[in-house]
Structure formats: C-alpha cells, structure tokens
C-alpha cells in the first residue's frame, strides 16, 4: 500500500501559522531592493570585546558541546546581571539555563508548564512566536488588548485583564518593553498584574529582551515583574543577547528562576536543541559583564535613531506612536489614505521602496490594529535618513 501525502500534512493546530511576516517582509524587501526597516535587527556589530572572544574562543576548540544549562561562565555572568540590574539574587548552577534565542525560552517555558487545554494570558499585539508555542503545547490564549491612549502611550483595561484569568489559567506570558508598540509597563499595571497572579496562582514568563532600551522619557524605567512581591518564586524571566548586544543572529539567550520552574524548563529545552553556540558562550559571559556605561551608551543611540525615524515618519505625513523603549515604532497609515496595513505594506515597497510591517498580524482581533504598521529603528542614521527620504515622497 502506497501512503498518500495529503496536500497541507501539517498538524492542524500549526496550520493557522503561515510563513512569519519577518521572513515574508525581509524577502520583499531583498527582491526589491528597499530600505528594510521590516525585521528588527540591527545594521551593525556588537561590541568588539565580545565579537573578539567568539573570535578566539572558535579559535581555540572551544567548539563542541557545551554542558546542557550553558557553560558556568555564562551562567555566572547572566547571575551577575540581573543581580547589578535588577536586584535579583540567581544561583547559578540552578537558576539559569541558557537557551537558544528567547524563541526557544519561551516555547520551553511554555511546553514545560502547560498541559492541552490550559489557558494563557497575554497582551496584544504580541511578537508572533507567542501564539505558535501555545499551539504547540495545546494551549489556549487568552489575549488583553494593549490600545493607545489619548497622549500615544499604550494601556490596557483592568476589567478586561481581571476576566482574562479563568478556571484554567496557568500563566500570564508579559513582554515588557513591548514588541511591536514600544510600551514600557508602568510599576502600577505589573502590580496588577502580579496582583492578579498571586490571587489566581498562576505562573509568569516576562520577555524582557529589550530591558536595556528604555528611553529616557518613558513614564517609567524597566521593572522586571519578578522584582514584585510574591512574584520571584513563580516567574520565570528570559533574555537574549540578540537585542542588547545587537548580535540578534547568535541566538544566545536564557531564562532564570526558581530551581523547579528552570529544571522543567531544562528538561524541555535538552530534547528540543540540547545545547546552542559553543563558541559564543564566552563571548556573551564577556558582553554582560561590560561597564554600565555600554549599556546606557546602547540606549542613546538608539533613543537618537528613534527620534530620527518619528521626526522622518511625521514629515512624512503618518500618525505617529514613539513608544519608550524596543526598536520600533508605530505608524498610523490613515492619514495617508491607507486603511489595511497588510496591504500597505505590501505596496510600500513598489510605491517608495521603503519595507515596513503591518501591526494586525501581532493580534488576535486584527481590525484592532489594521490601521498601523511597525517601523524598526535599529539601523545606522544613514538608512533611517534613506528611508525617511523615500516615505516623503508619498504624500
Ligand atoms: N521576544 C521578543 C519580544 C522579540 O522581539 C524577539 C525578537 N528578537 C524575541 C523574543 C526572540 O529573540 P531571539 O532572537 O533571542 O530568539
Ligand atoms: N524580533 C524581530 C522583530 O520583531 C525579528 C524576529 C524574527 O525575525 N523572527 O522584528
């Protein structure tokens, strides 16, 4: 008997997922050549120190197998981190496990702690992977609109958050700064929302891999959510080095925690990758130990290409949300006659080779967020100039 290959052999909770916009949108933007500010990465190296020891350590054999929770080095110096950040004391021989990329932490995190059926709480928009590693587990998502307020920030409403947490909430999945709208959570909506965990008992996973780029006018700087009463023992907080060493193609990233959520985590994490980049383990223990001062260096330049794209984006005729943190911002097309981002997007490059990304795709109601697009800022002054030539020309 032959078998026969259906047309989609897909497992049906992957297919709603198709191609991810970034790889649709980094293709257009390539086949025509535009100015890409679709796809957050940046145009730029990290800093030499770690771009030297990655050198050195593939150099010298530093090149198979690391041990499964990520070479001590590393750990030692996430623990490090987050202790001179954010005031939280990790061991790191338990509560860290490295990971490759926050993609794999938080598709972990997810398989780890939620059986079929369980339901997580998330914000909306949300960075795509989020509703893919729910699907994965057999999860249901229980979004909060995140909407924009008279004065641009972004918030949500309490009602709508305290219905979201049900019989079978398991976790709350927080990214804080937001990716795509730019959002800083304020210390008042994490306290609601370790609030309600406490209340509910439910776990937390807090993507936190812009937590070095809040601007300096945001209402407030970056809180870790585990820093919040009650909330240490039940969070699971992951990073990456991707974002704040622009090195995003590394994938070198990392969860910490209290011993029994990382364990899950790790036994998850060893049958998905095992372990991840040998040789660029060092080289990021290297990076995390750098002065304050590259960090703070890191969120200038950026702050400055922020402003740079929101005075280009303005000129050029779009509403603008600057948000306070992250690498993007969002524009509102309707001032320019658009109506559907997706369509907008899809034609922006043919109209003024400019490639962008349409927000609706982050949502579960996308008529919430037909009307915007994500641009990315993360990229020298020369393009962002470029691109802000070529937008002018639409109006
Ligand atoms: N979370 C958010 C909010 C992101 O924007 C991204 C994209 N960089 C990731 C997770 C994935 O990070 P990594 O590349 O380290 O897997
Ligand atoms: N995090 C990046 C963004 O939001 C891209 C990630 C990806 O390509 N999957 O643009």
Redesign the pocket.
Known sequence: MTTSIPADPLVARMRPFGTTIFTEMSALAARTGSVNLGQ??PDTDGPPEMVDAAAEALRSGANQYPPLPGIPVLRQAIAAHEKRFWQLSRDPDTEVVV????????AAAILALCEAGDEVVCFEP??D??AASVALAGAVRRPVTLRPGPDGRYGFDEAELRAAFRARTRLVLL?T????TGKVFTPAELALIAELCREHDVYAVT?E??EHLVFTDAAAGHLPLATLPGMRERTLR??????SFSC?G????WVTGPAALVSAVQRVKQFLTFVNAGPLQPAVAVALSLPDSYFTGLRDSMQARRDRLVAGLTDAGFGVLPGEG??FVTADIRPLGGADGTDFCRALPERCGVVAVPTQVFYDHPERGRHLIRFAFCKREDVIDEAARRLRTLS
Do not use: L, R
């Open positions: 957050g990465f990971t490759a990329g926050a993609t794999e932490a938080i949300y960075y992977s989020y990214n700064p937001h990716n795509p993507d891999v812009y992951i990073s990456s080095a991707g974002k995003t590394w994938k070198v990233g992250t690498y």
